[in-house]
């Protein structure tokens, strides 16, 4: 008798073993183009709405007059952007690819800022100041002639047949001596879908 419940209770165990390794099996991965729709749907931001904004955005400021036609080149450093829409956006995706799209069409035309490592870079130069570092030329931290910011608000409209959501990109490149807006772009997609998709 003890010897069945044993054989009942192992085969039990096989069982369960097997099927979540059949689980396991099923759950396949595929790699997809990040400026390809994907099968997921959903009405938010997506992988190819982030690249096309950050191309279409970073040629139109490298031709902008203020930076085509400067004597200098001028130093833009990028400000946080602001997400006032429905969705959990990580805004910061969007600003880093905002500045290597820069980079890549800017063929020297201009210079970035750092301005999230300034922490790092200022205790660097204290540690340099006091002897505990080797120093080489001393430098002084580059001021900014332009700020890039950016702002993303949307309007959703919903019923029992989905969800609608309108999405704008707002960017502006600001004179940080005049205060004046030398540069504005805006972005927009409009998206509908069925309910169910979560964005994180």
Known sequence: MKNRNYQHKLWGILAICFFFQLIGCSQKTAYIDPDVEDKLGGTGVDSQDIRSICQQMSRAIINTPEIVNAEKRPTIALTDIENNTRFRIDVTILTEMIRDELINNAGGKVRFLAREDLTDIQS?????????????????????????TGTLRS????????????????????????SEMVWSGRYETKKQGEFGVVYR
Request: no cysteine.
């Open 155 to 178: 309007i959703t409209k919903s019923s029992d047949k989905g969800k609608n959501d309108y999405i704008v990109y707002m960017f502006r490149l600001v004179d940080t001596e005049s």
């Open 124 to 148: 660097e130069k204290q540690a340099k100041q006091a002897g505990v570092f080797e120093s080489g030329q001393s430098k002084k931290l580059k001021g900014a002639d332009y700020f890039l």
